[in-house]
Structure formats: C-alpha cells, structure tokens
C-alpha cells in the first residue's frame, strides 16, 4: 500500500504548520519524517491518519492524500484503516491488555466481525509478536512504558492495518528501552512488511530504522533519501546541522579544497571528518590548542581552540587516539578530510 | 537500628504531626459525637431497638428517604454527567454563568431553598399549578420530596465529574477512531467506562447529602405521617415529644445503613481502581 501527499498544506489560525508539502510513500517502506518540534512532522502524520483536515486547496489536484492511488481525503479516520500509535501510548486503561488488543476486533460490524474464539487466536498471536505472552489479563497500568509502547503497536497490528503510523514512538521512554525497541521495530517491520511511517525527532533513530529518511523543517522537507544519502550528502545547511554535531568554519579563513569557492560561505566539517596532527600537514591545517579531552566511548572527543577563535571538536577513534599522546594545552594542527560548503548559490 | 533509619528517611517530612492531626481532629469531629449517640442508644434494649423499627410510621420514613435519596442520587448522576460533559467540551455563551449557577445548592441555606421550592412547586406556584392540571402533585408529595433531594444533590455529582471529564485522554478517543469505532462505539466503550469511578463518587456525595438533608425537604414535603416523613423529621418530632429512646432508635439505623451502604460503595470503587492497576 503506498501513501501519497501531493502539494498539502496546513494552517492553525495563522501559524503555517504544513507549506507545499509533497511525499511519496511506497509499499512496505519504512519511512522515517526527522526534524525538530514545531517543523510540522506530526501534523503531516496526522493528516496522513485523517486526524488532521489538510487545507483547502486552491487547486483541484492539489491537497490530496492517496492511499494506493485512491484520494482518501474525504474518509475520516475510521475509515482510513490505518494504525497509529501515539508517543503516550493512549491505552484504554480500563480495559485489560488483551481487551486492548481485541478492541480493533471487536469495534467491527456484525457481518465483518471476526468469531470470538478467531479474536482469541490473533490477540494470542499478537502478544507473542511483541514478547508479552502472559501478560493479557494485565492491565495498561501495571506494565512499563516499554511494555505499553508494544501493547499500543500491536491493538493498531490487530486490525491489519494498510498504513501504520507512528508519533514519536519511543519518545517517552528511557535510552537504553529506546534503543531495544528501535531494533525490535526494524525486525518486526521485516516480518510483517506494512507500509509504515515514523515521526522522530532522534536523528539517531531515523538513520537506524529508517529505509528512507524525510527531514522537516519550518513546515516543509528539507530532503528525502536513504539514511547513507542524508547523512554523507546533506542537501542543506539544516540537514547537516541537524543530523548530528558539525563544526561551521566560516570560508573567508578556511580553504578546504582550491576548486571549492568558499568566499562567503560556510564550510561544515563533522568531528570525524578532521584529522589532528602535531605538524601542518598544508595549507589546510589550521593551528589550534586542546582544551579539553573527553575519553569515554568509541572515539575520543577532543576540543581545541583554532587561532582565529573558533571551538571546534575533533572525534578521533579511541585506538587511533591512545597512539598519539596528545594533552590538553598542547599545540596542534587540525586538517579537514572531508567537508561540505553551502555558499547562498549552493544552497537549494 | 538501621532498619528503622531507614523508613523514617523514606517518609516525607511531617508525616507524624498530619497523621496525628489527622487522627485528632477525626476522633473530636466524627468518632465522639457517633460514640454518644451509641451510647445513648445502648440504654435502649435490643426489643425497644426492633419495636421502634416495626413501627409502620418509622418504616415508612426509612423507606422514603432510602428511596427518594437513591432515585434522586441517580438522576443526579446521569444529568450531573450531561452537564459536567457540555461545561468542559463545548464552549457557549453563558458557560461561565451556569457554572457558576451550579455551585449554588451548596451555598444556599437549606431552609432557603425549601422555601423557594415551595413557591415554585406548591400546587399555586407558578411550575406546580401546571402539573397539578395534569393530575401530578409537585408537593405535599413523595414527588416534592424527590425534587428537593434532586435540587441540593445535584453539585455533588457536576462537581466530581468535571475533573474526571477534563482529565480524559482525547488520544484515547482518537486511538479508539483509527481502529474503526464508530463515534457511539467509542463513547460508550472508551469514553464512559473511564468515567464509572468519578461518577461512582459523585453517586457517593449526591447520595449521603440526600440521606441527611433536613431544611430544604420539610416545607416541600408537608410532612404527612406514612406518606411524606422523612427519617430526620421524624427523629425531630420524637425529640420534641421529649421522646429521646425513639429519636436514638430511628438515628441508629439511620446510622447503621448509611455505613453499610456508603462502605458498599467504597468497596466496589476499591475492586474496580485494584483490577485496573491505578493503586
């Protein structure tokens, strides 16, 4: 089932959350929409879900929502058949785990509805899906918020849904029970293949789970690609800003490259991206002083000081870094391996 | 030692000096005066105790304030729930005003609403002349009883469930919508359901305020032995008969009843909040 939106747009009161937006979702993709709050993911999600109205648009074959090819923008919500789990899990706390799970089931007409005992079989297949056999005569208060995230993802997998959306997720939850889950996702979504779409703000998140990533700022997309496309070759100043940390120099005293014209622009280097050396290693090194050295993880960061007063960080492997003997207060050279310059005509 | 350390860490600071309070001011307040009227009623013998009760005039009066004080805590609740729901979901002219309309039964001495009751209900008033043309008696009636009790309920049952509305999770609703319940569906299967304690409170409150209301029921009943007695007026009139015994008897099983019927309540509020996880 493939969802598309063509040239949407979204106002409340006089606030744009949604400008133009276009995005073609296919069958059995994972697509993650990544940006800050107030860049309008969720509002673009919930007008996905039919949770949202879309605007109206001025032209007729614009402001449309497809899903497999058919305009769905007049089907509410119900209607839509589309599963979508909120990022505080809006489990139905009087019910137990399993009446969760069956709700979807047992909200259907007479004549679509399945048996009870057929509704017992799948909730039954559903709780061992999500690794919570044993646990159906519980109720949403007495599980962990992991726990409820994966009750709320399987009452919206009961209904088969063709679109499964999800808003932040994992938001709610602590690192480490994030980070399991974003893993049990990606594996759940090879099994069951629905056509699924993920609001995030963790940058982290997007590129691991995602097939393809959609970052969003100020109410439109930024750009569309695979996690390695976005990462490697941002089409934007945000895109690199916002998918980790970089460092800006700015072009008047840095030349990365002779054939790069950096007049005027900005030059931005990820921490990775620089080599730390004792002597110059050209015209490109610029000296600097460590400030400080941060040892934990798998590579040492190490913030130095340039001449022309910029803070940078430099991320250098840790087996690399125990080989190089380098203190705080010590002299260096920073050389740039990779860069990417935005200058106002570069810009798109 | 270090045990003990231990849990006097875990508490929060003051909580010997409320508890003890807490106890003191409960045992002035509540348990002393029941403890009185127990020991004045334990002069009386188990025989005089059951004499009292047989009497068909006291059974009458049980059987109306029970019954009125129920049906009006009833109705209280299901249009206390109407009014609480269109008061926090929907935005009106005068909302502000009926808000504020409401609250007024609690304010009100209870001798001054029976006296506005009366002039609107007596078969004169300007409501009661009507349904007397249709054969119905406003007052002087078991019917006017019930009004009154429905009158000086009804806070209780708007003030408890406006909170509980407020606090619901529009998410829940929309999450009910997206699995393909209908509107309908997902009022009486999401909606209503988490609203049962709340409303089971309010029930509680609108209840026990019906069961000991005096002021407001005396001029609207006409007080017509076996016919519009309440319970507390007739322990009013045994006292001014200088009929102290009498007076005890009535009140200790008004008493006893109303504990058992209150703790009836609680107890199913408890199974209900134990089953769901929220303690």
């Known amino acids: ?348 | 030692m270090s045990a003990m350390r231990a849990t006097q860490i875990r508490r929060l600071p003051g909580f010997g000096l409320t508890l003890g309070f807490t106890l003191f001011y409960v045992t002035l307040m509540i348990v002393i005066p029941i403890a009185a009227l127990l020991l004045k009623a334990s002069s009386i013998s188990m025989e005089e105790l059951v004499e009292t009760f047989k009497t068909p005039r006291v059974q009458a009066s049980l059987r109306l304030t029970f019954g009125a004080s129920l049906l009006a805590a009833t109705i209280n609740t299901f249009f206390g729930f109407i009014a609480a729901w269109s008061l926090v979901r929907y935005r009106f002219v005068g909302r502000r005003l009926i808000d504020s309309l409401i609250d007024l039964p609690f304010a009100m001495p209870t001798a001054v609403s029976g006296i506005a009751l009366m002039a609107i209900y007596a078969p004169t008033g300007i409501v009661g002349k009507h349904f007397l043309a249709w054969g119905i008696k406003t007052a002087i009636s078991p019917l006017g009883v019930l009004i009154a009790l429905i009158f000086i309920g009804f806070p209780f049952a708007v003030r408890t469930m406006q909170p509980a509305i407020e606090e619901l999770e529009l998410e829940a609703e929309q999450a009910s919508a997206s699995l393909g319940a209908s509107r309908f569906q997902t009022f009486l299967r999401v909606t209503l359901p988490s609203l049962i304690p709340a409303a089971l409170t309010g029930f509680t409150l609108a209840l026990a305020r019906a069961l000991g209301e005096y002021g407001s029921v005396i001029f609207i009943a006409g007080n017509l032995p076996m016919r519009t007695e309440i319970a507390s007026l007739l322990i009013v009139s045994r006292l001014d008969e200088n009929d102290i015994v009498g007076a005890c008897a009535i009140a200790v099983v008004m008493l006893a009843s109303t504990f058992v019927l209150l703790l009836t309540i609680q107890g199913i509020q408890w199974w209900i909040e134990r089953k769901t996880g929220r303690n």
């Open chain 1, 1 to 348: 089932m493939s969802v598309e939106v063509q040239h949407v747009n979204k106002t409340f009161g006089s606030y744009k959350a949604i400008q133009d937006v276009s995005l073609k979702v296919h069958s059995g993709e994972l697509v993650a929409l990544l940006g800050p709050s107030g860049s309008g993911k969720t509002t673009l999600l919930r007008m996905i879900a039919g949770l949202e109205v879309p605007d109206q648009p001025v032209n007729q074959d614009e402001g449309r929502i497809l899903f497999f090819d058919q305009d769905v923008a007049t089907r509410s919500v119900a209607e839509r058949q589309v599963g979508f789990v909120f990022q505080h899990y809006a489990l139905f706390k009087h019910m137990s785990v399993f009446e969760n799970i069956a709700f979807g089931l047992r909200v259907r007409p007479r004549n679509l509805r399945l048996s009870n005992p057929q509704i017992d079989q799948r909730v039954k297949e559903l709780l061992q899906l999500i690794q919570l056999e044993g646990f159906g005569n519980r109720f949403p208060l007495q599980l962990s918020g992991g726990q409820r995230q994966r009750v709320a993802l399987a009452r919206a997998l009961a209904i088969e849904p063709k679109v499964l959306l999800l808003d932040e997720p994992f938001g709610a939850l602590d690192a480490k029970v994030r980070q399991k889950l974003r893993e049990w996702l990606r594996r759940l979504h090879e099994q069951v293949h629905t056509t699924t779409i993920l609001v995030t703000h963790d940058q982290e998140e997007a590129l691991e789970v995602a097939d393809r990533v959609v970052v969003m700022n100020h109410a439109k997309i930024e750009q569309i690609g695979t996690p390695e496309e976005v990462f490697h070759n941002p089409a934007s100043e945000f895109v690199i800003d916002f998918l980790g940390s970089v460092n800006v120099f700015s072009g008047r005293h840095f030349e990365p490259s002779p054939e790069a014209k950096t007049d005027g622009a900005k030059v931005y280097v990820r921490p990775h991206e620089l080599q730390i050396s004792k002597e110059s290693l050209g015209s490109a090194s610029i000296s600097a002083q460590i400030q400080r050295i941060q040892r934990a993880g798998t590579s040492a960061k190490v913030f130095v000081h340039t001449n022309n007063e910029q803070n940078v960080r430099v991320d250098v492997p840790i087996h690399e870094f125990q080989f190089m003997d380098l203190e705080v207060h010590q002299q260096v050279f920073i050389t740039p391996l990779q860069s990417h310059v935005f200058s106002p005509e570069y810009t798109i």
